[in-house]
């Protein structure tokens, strides 16, 4: 029923979690970003941001056509609308699972995925920007500590897509240099989270290899290409 362009990167695993979670019958179609599969016209037709992961809901709820949903932010909330589970129905619930999927959004996934790119991948080290972004995964962590440590057990509440949306950003905690000791509400909510069987199941399709950046991977990942197609147009 569902069609799902995938990679194995933190947003691709919000989205295989939620779907598992779900129990919605899924195919996965691999996308190569390091191969720039990422830019292929038929990819681009759903996704146009030229990001995974993007899906096509082949059966979707007003019994039309195909729908296609691109940004993982939009793609938890538009399963969460389609099955009614995940995302409460009252106002303030909702309210405060589509601010924490919004603070994921904008912020935790943002700011890790920079600071990740210059502490690990950038060919050149700038001590200024490493800095810079590690300072500010470190207050994210914090302020998603404190938000565990006013409700005790998920993020919004109860288990939602707030939770779905954040976690699989802290799965790159070790890689990027932090530990969790010093986070102790994150350290009890990972736990749990991540002993979820659905939340196993999701982060195990499609392992990620780790493999040396080559100059093609590079310009794929991490924007030349899409400079240079930009140019070309």
Not at 84 to 97: A, I, N, T, Y
């Amino acid at each position: 029923m569902i069609n799902l362009y995938y990679a194995p990167t933190p947003n691709g695993w919000k989205i295989s979690i939620m779907l598992e979670e779900l129990g919605l019958p899924y195919t996965v179609i691999p996308v190569d970003i390091r191969a720039g599969e990422q830019f292929r016209p038929e990819f681009l037709a759903i996704s146009p941001n030229n990001r995974i992961p993007a899906i096509v809901d082949r059966a979707p709820a007003d019994g039309g056509e195909p729908f296609s949903v691109f940004e993982t932010g939009a793609i938890l909330i538009y399963f969460a609308e389609k099955t009614g589970r995940f995302l409460p129905k009252d106002m303030r619930g909702r309210s405060q699972v589509v601010q924490w999927v919004m603070w994921q959004m904008g912020g935790l996934g943002p700011m890790l995925g920079q600071h990740g790119h210059f502490a690990l991948y950038a060919a050149e080290k700038i001590p200024y920007a490493i800095e810079r972004y590690r300072d500010e995964a470190a207050r994210l962590y914090r302020v998603l500590d404190t938000q565990l440590g006013k409700t005790g057990a998920y993020v919004a509440g109860d288990y939602s897509i707030a939770d779905i949306a954040c976690f699989p950003w802290t799965m790159t905690h070790k890689a990027q240099g932090f530990t969790l000791d010093g986070y102790p509400n994150i350290k009890r909510w990972y736990a749990v989270v991540r002993a979820r069987h659905q939340v196993q199941a999701g982060l195990a399709i499609g392992k990620f290899v780790k493999e040396p950046f080559d100059e093609e991977a590079r310009k794929n990942m991490f924007g030349q290409r899409a400079k240079e197609m930009a140019k070309q147009k």
